[in-house]
């Protein structure tokens, strides 16, 4: 057949360098952050921010390199976050951040491997991977933003949203309880498993830190504000208006019996380091048990 | 360690097994997959084979997660691949699409089995032709392979690897249950006598690297995680750079570099079995198991004195119209047989213009044709 398209426009590399220098350098995070992408795309009041600066800080105050920090992400608001940081990012399928991560970590062992993803990506269409990545131990950081709901899509209700809480799909309040995400994650295996809200920077800080020193799979829950899509329908306010719910609500009990840390509407949020225990992770025993066995390494060790 | 990639000599395998052993022959050190008959002995053989030369395998919850695995470890830098049948052939197509958007090389085989649904888990079918085709949503190129024999198993799935690196997307080796359950001979040559594509890396520092860019039109090196370069890679629309754009200027750039990076080199990708075509009054069209059908089938007209010949598809995507087009100013007919509702037929019928009739021999799956039955549609056009 005949084809007959519009012409491409080139990429414009000087407008794109222009961009960097015009705007790149002014804040004192620049350096970890991709140049050329800021403005970023959340709302205002959003809790995204104080996750993204956490994490920048966590990296920096640990001193790891950024060219051995890689960040994969699932669809979404929280999604996003790979994209604006100065690393390898991976952007990828809805619900898929963790296995696409998996592969990635088994073959880069030397690489900090971070999942930045919300509520709905990695617990509804993607809870299957995240309750088997935490149960064969992979060595990934999972650090799950919470707000309650599906953002990016406008505030449906998800896997998150309370009893009776009101989304543009739960009008008259929504039906179905919501998961207690520390308690699935540590049911499913994680080895640590802690739970912030954006009102708790500093103690979020000490557990990404502390996720970095950790061989297998942790989770970070971080409770966050959405004022636009969960916040209005809710009567919760402004997103300082939730962070004053947070400071009100929030009881840090590390230690706590992650079952412990359901989370009902405008209820009390439990925070803390719930869980921090040491079992080996996938690689550990893959290495150990079927790569020395399968190159005869194992040879005359007792049976 | 090496040396127990490659297992050069004489093997008695069957076309899984041989699957297996082409790609740890091409370099693949990571298996991702889910039992599925009739592919799971290909994960079985991977199981037994990538920890003995240091690779990893691994079983994962479901084929979604297979495909995105492979697609991690590939941007990790290491050769991947999966294998599955028709029910999970239609899981992975999410993060196929995303492989071809991110431009991400990796392998993926389909023993065919009959569908649709869970169809017929044992047996043979080849209807799996127009989903690798079409199967993501949305335009991209694509290349499939289409072995006839445990031999080819191992050859093609080699040539798989090495079209997945020079094109920087998964590729896909569309065998049928009957090839993958075939044992048969299978030589495997000498290292040095095996082609294997290495991975071109960035040439250029940091700000000059434009890790999307498409030069004439090939993808450009691919700069894998921890190399320094930074690399955002997304399954949204994105420029060269990998910046997420969402506007219709860089959505026909992208897209279009994508799908023509396929459709302009198809003359190097495009490969094609032909016997007997110089004189032909009909041309039989096969891949596959069918295709071995096919050549007895003509082979034996050919003895007889008709003349009939060939055309045996090894790579079925891209499609090699050039040559079925020469052909239907030659022939009266093609005659396709497949094992599926006419997928293949459809492709010759589009190709061929009206200027040659085309003639679906389709068998919905759970049995191979009989040269017999070809014989006898070929001679109703000599």
Redesign the interface.
């Known amino acids: 057949m005949k084809r007959h398209f519009r012409d491409i426009v080139p990429f414009d590399q000087d407008s794109a360098d222009r961009a960097i220098e015009e705007g790149h350098g002014l804040h004192p995070l620049d350096e970890y952050l991709k140049p050329g992408r800021i403005p970023h795309i959340w709302c205002p009041g959003c809790g995204l921010g104080v996750v993204l600066t956490t994490y920048i800080e966590a990296i920096r105050r640990k001193g790891i390199p950024v060219d051995k920090c890689v960040v994969v992400s699932g669809i979404g608001c929280t999604g996003r976050v790979a994209g604006y940081l100065d690393m390898d990012t991976y952007h990828t399928t809805h619900g898929r951040a963790i296995p696409f991560a998996t592969g990635l970590a088994l073959v880069r062992p030397d690489l900090h491997v971070t999942v930045f993803s919300g509520d709905g990506d990695l617990f509804a269409i993607g809870g299957n991977h995240l309750i088997h990545g935490a149960r064969r131990n992979i060595n990934l950081n999972v650090i799950c933003v919470n707000n309650f709901n599906y953002g990016m899509t406008g505030g449906q209700a998800g896997p998150t949203t309370p009893v009776d809480a009101r989304t543009s799909t739960t009008p008259m309040g929504n039906a179905e309880p919501g998961f207690n995400l520390p308690h699935l994650a540590h049911a499913s295996g994680a080895v640590y498993v802690a739970r912030w809200t954006t009102f708790h920077p500093r103690q979020l800080v000490h557990s990404i830190t502390e996720t970095f020193d950790k061989k297998g799979f942790t989770f970070i829950e971080v409770i966050a504000p959405c004022p636009t899509g969960y916040g209005r329908p809710n009567k919760l306010g402004s997103g300082l208006e939730e962070m004053r719910y947070y400071k009100e609500m929030s009881e840090v009990r590390n230690g706590a019996d992650p079952s412990k840390a359901e989370i009902r509407l405008k209820g009390k949020i439990l925070c803390g380091t719930f869980i921090n225990v040491e079992r080996p992770d996938f690689l550990e025993t893959y290495n150990n048990l079927v790569i020395a066995k399968a190159q005869g390494r194992d040879k005359g060790k007792a049976a | 360690?090496a040396e127990k990639d490659v297992l050069t000599g004489e093997h008695f395998i069957h076309g899984d097994a041989a699957c297996a052993e082409g790609g740890l022959a091409a370099g693949c050190?990571?298996f991702?997959g889910y039992p599925i008959t009739p592919a799971t002995e290909v994960a079985e053989r991977m199981a037994?084979r990538l920890?003995?030369v240091?690779g990893?395998?691994?079983q994962?919850?479901?084929e979604?997660?297979?495909m995105?695995?492979?697609?991690?470890?590939?941007?990790?830098?290491?050769k991947?691949m999966t294998s599955t049948s028709g029910p999970g052939f239609s899981l992975m197509m999410?993060?196929i699409?995303?492989g071809m958007m991110t431009e991400t090389p990796c392998v993926v085989v389909n023993i065919q089995r009959g569908g649709p649904s869970t169809g017929l888990p044992t047996l043979v079918g080849q209807a799996d032709v127009m989903q690798a085709r079409w199967g993501s949503h949305g335009d991209y190129g694509c290349i499939a392979v289409s072995p006839a024999s445990p031999q080819e198993c191992f050859d093609l799935t080699i040539l798989a690897f090495n079209l997945s690196e020079m094109y920087r997307q998964p590729v896909f080796v569309l065998a049928d249950e009957v090839v993958g359950h075939m044992t048969e001979k299978v030589i495997i040559p000498p290292r040095e006598q095996i082609h294997v594509a290495q991975r071109a890396k960035p040439a250029v520092e940091r700000s000059k690297y434009?890790p999307f860019?498409s030069t004439g039109p090939m993808p450009a090196p691919m700069a894998i995680?921890?190399?320094?370069?930074?690399?955002?890679?997304?399954?949204?629309t994105h420029?060269?750079?990998g910046?997420?754009v969402i506007t219709d200027?860089?959505q026909?750039?992208n897209v279009?570099h994508i799908v023509e990076k396929v459709r302009m080199n198809a003359h190097n990708i495009i490969r094609v079995d032909e016997v007997a075509l110089e004189d032909a009054d009909v041309v039989v069209i096969a891949y596959g198991c069918t295709s071995r059908v096919a050549r007895q089938a003509v082979e034996d007209m050919r003895r007889k004195g008709h003349r009939v010949g060939l055309l045996r598809l090894v790579t079925l995507w891209p499609f090699p119209s050039n040559i079925v087009r020469r052909l239907a100013g030659q022939v009266k007919a093609f005659v396709v047989p497949e094992i599926n509702y006419g997928q293949m037929a459809l492709e010759v019928e589009r190709t061929a213009g009206g200027r040659a009739e085309t003639v679906l021999m389709g068998l919905m799956g759970g049995s191979i044709h009989s040269p017999q039955e070809i014989q006898e549609v070929v001679g109703q056009y000599l």
Do not use: C, K, Q
């Not at chain 2, 995105?68 to 290491?78: E, K, M, N, R």
């Not at chain 2, 995680?225 to 949204?236: R, S």
């Open positions: 360690m050190r990571f991702a037994r920890p003995e240091g990893i395998y691994i994962m919850e479901d979604i997660a297979s995105a695995a492979i697609l991690g470890a590939s941007w990790g830098g290491v991947s999410e993060n699409g995303l434009l860019e995680a921890g190399d320094g370069y930074h690399v955002h890679v997304t399954g949204l420029d060269e750079r910046y997420p200027a860089v026909e750039r279009r």
